[in-house]
C-alpha cells in the first residue's frame, strides 16, 4: 500500500512558475513508475508527465513539453514537478500517481496508486 500527498498548488498568473511535490508513504517507491496527471472541470483525467524508477527515462505530453520538468529523489520518496511559463490552459487539479514499471507512462491504468491532487490555477 502506498498513500501519495500532493502538495504546492496555488494561484497564480500566466507565465509564473509553480513546483509541485509528492510525498509517498508506506510502500517503497524506489523501483515504480511516477506519474503526474490532471484533471479541468468538465474533461477527462490528462497525462501530464512520467518518470521511470531509475529515472533515466521520461515523458511529456506535447502540452507541457518544454515547459514542465518532472524529477524524482528515491531516497526522499518523492517526485516533483516544475512548471514554468505557466497558461490559463494549465488551470486543473493535478494527480500524482504511482505504478509498476514497465509499459507505456503515459498509460493511466498503468498507475495503482493516486494522490487526492492539488487545485492549480493560472489566471489571464
Known amino acids: 500500500q502506498v498513500q501519495l500527498v500532493e502538495s504546492g498548488g496555488g494561484l497564480v498568473q500566466a507565465g509564473d512558475s509553480l513546483r509541485l511535490s509528492c510525498a509517498a508513504s508506506?510502500?517503497?517507491?524506489?523501483?515504480?513508475?511516477m506519474g503526474w496527471f490532471r484533471q479541468a472541470p468538465g474533461k477527462d483525467r490528462e497525462f501530464v508527465a512520467a518518470?521511470?524508477?531509475?529515472?533515466?527515462?521520461?515523458d511529456y505530453a506535447d502540452s507541457v513539453k518544454g515547459r514542465f520538468t518532472i524529477s524524482r529523489d528515491n531516497a526522499k520518496k518523492t517526485v516533483s514537478l516544475q512548471m514554468l511559463s505557466l497558461k490559463p490552459e494549465d488551470t486543473a487539479v493535478y494527480y500524482c500517481?504511482?505504478?509498476?514499471?514497465?509499459?507505456?507512462?503515459?498509460?493511466?491504468?498503468?498507475?495503482?496508486?493516486w494522490g487526492q491532487g492539488t487545485q492549480v490555477t493560472v489566471s489571464s
Open positions: 500517481a504511482t505504478g509498476r514499471t514497465g509499459g507505456l507512462l503515459r498509460l493511466r491504468d498503468k498507475y495503482d496508486y
Open positions: 508506506g510502500r517503497s517507491i524506489s523501483s515504480s513508475d
Open positions: 518518470i521511470r524508477w531509475t529515472g533515466g527515462n521520461t
